[in-house]
């Protein structure tokens, strides 16, 4: 237990310092990682000694993702209601694969999908499950939804396989996410083997180029393109995808959140008439990695594809994850979203996304102000920005990353380097601006004069 504390301990500190600490390890921490390169011990070292090594090296070398001042790769900060009910969960370390092996976990899955379905405003009876991040949670959907569209057509894929199976056209946007089509290779549909339909100058698919197809017919739609922040128009695809009897899947990794702010209901318009859809909560929900939601409306589709059978397993008893998902054995990752859902509530979820976006609106206009170009509509937690041409744009991104009171990443939009600063920490607010605003554009100063 003394090991424990000692851990307790340093997780406080370190959770109380973490806004004052550089927003990226300094080179001075990152050498001192060499302390961990030590050959493995002969009889084991003390439990106490470990954890304050831990600590000692790898505490200054962390990224400060959970800080106030980090704005790379959609990367929420951690709210204290998960952080506090992932110690708590750490220490039960539940199995959530089957009611039987975790009462706790499976009453709260009951209750967080309900929640999620509410808040989200989802069809009522819509499955959810939670898997490793977004990429794995397109794939859980990607595969119930192939197996659903074989059906129909006479074929098993779980019996069966892919080999001889009806083809599948995929049609997918051309500003799809890469882990879109890792998801589509990772179940058997292919990643290059897809109908791409052009994207206008935001990354949305421009439905009146959707193609004329029959068969079995998959098609991905996005909310929340990774560097603009643009929504794909989800009507028009609904309604084309429903003359065709085809599957819609939507990949929201941070953009489906935008379901639970009213004030951004034009933006969602149609997104509830999807099969299936896909988010992570360690992005704007606020929880700790890892944690991907899947949705699917027919939670049949789930198990058709995902049951595991076994003489060991005990019959129905209620919803049994592991029948559901592409993993048997997973932590519980629904207890810190219900922590985090019942601390905001239905209002704090929307404020949350709200403030969020007000910020990125702020600190577009103040950057823009300041003469730097900002190249996308502000629609959502997205800014992209760029200084005077391609070289002094990358002077900029590298000037604000070495000056390291914020953070944050390089893009390509539309051929050309950008900045992308993405806002979804529970932290940040339309206060935070001008402070931010303000480093950025020393540092285009400090660039444009190192261009000079």
Same mark, same amino acid.
């Given at each position: 237990?003394?090991?424990?504390?000692?851990?307790?301990?340093?997780?406080?500190?370190?959770?109380?310092?973490?806004?004052?600490?550089?927003?990226?390890?300094?080179?001075?921490?990152?050498?001192?990682?060499?302390?961990?390169?030590?050959?493995?011990?002969?009889?084991?070292?003390?439990?106490?000694?470990?954890?304050?090594?831990?600590?000692?090296?790898?505490?200054?070398?962390?990224?400060?993702?959970?800080?106030?001042?980090?704005?790379?790769?959609?990367?929420?900060?951690?709210?204290? /209601?998960?952080?506090?009910?992932?110690?708590?969960?750490?220490?039960?370390?539940?199995?959530?694969?089957?009611?039987?092996?975790?009462?706790?976990?499976?009453?709260?899955?009951?209750?967080?999908?309900?929640?999620?379905?509410?808040?989200?405003?989802?069809?009522?009876?819509?499955?959810?499950?939670?898997?490793?991040?977004?990429?794995?949670?397109?794939?859980?959907?990607?595969?119930?939804?192939?197996?659903?569209?074989?059906?129909?057509?006479?074929?098993?894929?779980?019996?069966?396989?892919?080999?001889?199976?009806?083809?599948?056209?995929?049609?997918?946007?051309?500003?799809?996410?890469?882990?879109?089509?890792?998801?589509?290779?990772?179940?058997?549909?292919?990643?290059?083997?897809?109908?791409?339909?052009?994207?206008?100058?935001?990354?949305?698919?421009?439905?009146?180029?959707?193609?004329?197809?029959?068969?079995?017919?998959?098609?991905?739609?996005?909310?929340?393109?990774?560097?603009?922040?643009?929504?794909?128009?989800?009507?028009?695809?609904?309604?084309? /995808?429903?003359?065709?009897?085809?599957?819609?899947?939507?990949?929201?990794?941070?953009?489906?959140?935008?379901?639970?702010?009213?004030?951004?209901?034009?933006?969602?318009?149609?997104?509830?008439?999807?099969?299936?859809?896909?988010?992570?909560?360690?992005?704007?929900?606020?929880?700790?990695?890892?944690?991907?939601?899947?949705?699917?409306?027919?939670?049949?589709?789930?198990?058709?594809?995902?049951?595991?059978?076994?003489?060991?397993?005990?019959?129905?008893?209620?919803?049994?994850?592991?029948?559901?998902?592409?993993?048997?054995?997973?932590?519980?990752?629904?207890?810190?979203?219900?922590?985090?859902?019942?601390?905001?509530?239905?209002?704090?979820?929307?404020?949350?996304?709200?403030?969020?976006?007000?910020?990125?609106?702020?600190?577009?206009?103040?950057?823009?102000?300041?003469?730097?170009?900002?190249?996308?509509?502000?629609?959502?937690?997205?800014?992209?920005?760029?200084?005077?041409?391609?070289?002094?744009?990358?002077?900029?991104?590298?000037?604000?990353?070495?000056?390291?009171?914020?953070?944050?990443?390089?893009?390509?939009?539309?051929?050309?380097?950008?900045?992308?600063?993405?806002?979804?920490?529970?932290?940040?607010?339309?206060?935070?601006?001008?402070?931010?605003?303000?480093?950025?554009?020393?540092?285009?100063?400090?660039?444009?004069?190192?261009?000079?």
């Amino acid at each position: 237990m003394d090991a424990l504390r000692i851990a307790a301990d340093a997780a406080l500190d370190y959770a109380a310092s973490v806004d004052d600490r550089p927003a990226f390890p300094t080179p001075e921490a990152v050498a001192g990682l060499t302390a961990f390169d030590e050959p493995l011990p002969e009889t084991g070292a003390d439990v106490a000694e470990t954890l304050r090594l831990l600590d000692a090296a790898g505490s200054p070398a962390t990224v400060a993702t959970t800080a106030d001042r980090y704005f790379g790769f959609v990367i929420g900060g951690v709210h204290p /209601a998960a952080l506090g009910a992932a110690w708590l969960a750490d220490a039960w370390d539940q199995n959530a694969g089957l009611p039987v092996m975790s009462p706790v976990a499976a009453r709260l899955h009951d209750v967080v999908r309900r929640w999620l379905v509410d808040v989200l405003q989802l069809p009522e009876q819509t499955g959810v499950v939670f898997t490793t991040g977004a990429t794995v949670a397109n794939a859980t959907c990607l595969a119930a939804g192939r197996d659903s569209l074989l059906e129909r057509a006479g074929w098993d894929v779980q019996a069966d396989g892919l080999f001889g199976a009806p083809p599948v056209t995929v049609v997918v946007g051309a500003h799809r996410h890469s882990t879109l089509s890792k998801s589509l290779g990772l179940v058997g549909l292919g990643r290059r083997r897809v109908v791409v339909v052009p994207a206008d100058d935001q990354g949305r698919l421009r439905a009146e180029e959707l193609p004329d197809v029959s068969g079995p017919v998959l098609v991905c739609a996005q909310a929340g393109e990774v560097n603009s922040g643009a929504f794909d128009p989800f009507d028009a695809i609904a309604d084309w /995808a429903a003359d065709r009897e085809a599957w819609v899947h939507v990949d929201g990794a941070f953009g489906l959140w935008a379901l639970a702010d009213p004030t951004r209901a034009a933006l969602v318009a149609g997104l509830d008439r999807a099969d299936s859809w896909a988010t992570d909560g360690h992005k704007w929900l606020n929880v700790t990695y890892d944690c991907g939601i899947a949705f699917v409306r027919e939670v049949t589709a789930l198990r058709r594809t995902f049951t595991a059978v076994a003489g060991y397993l005990p019959g129905d008893e209620g919803f049994e994850t592991m029948h559901h998902t592409p993993q048997s054995s997973q932590r519980a990752r629904q207890i810190e979203v219900w922590a985090v859902l019942r601390a905001l509530g239905r209002t704090g979820v929307a404020e949350l996304v709200q403030r969020t976006c007000d910020t990125a609106a702020a600190l577009a206009d103040r950057l823009r102000a300041g003469g730097l170009d900002v190249v996308n509509d502000v629609v959502l937690n997205q800014v992209l920005v760029r200084l005077d041409d391609a070289a002094s744009t990358n002077a900029l991104v590298a000037a604000v990353q070495a000056d390291g009171r914020i953070w944050c990443g390089a893009t390509q939009w539309h051929g050309a380097p950008a900045m992308r600063i993405s806002v979804s920490s529970w932290k940040s607010g339309p206060e935070d601006a001008e402070a931010v605003a303000g480093v950025i554009l020393e540092c285009a100063t400090r660039a444009r004069a190192a261009g000079r």
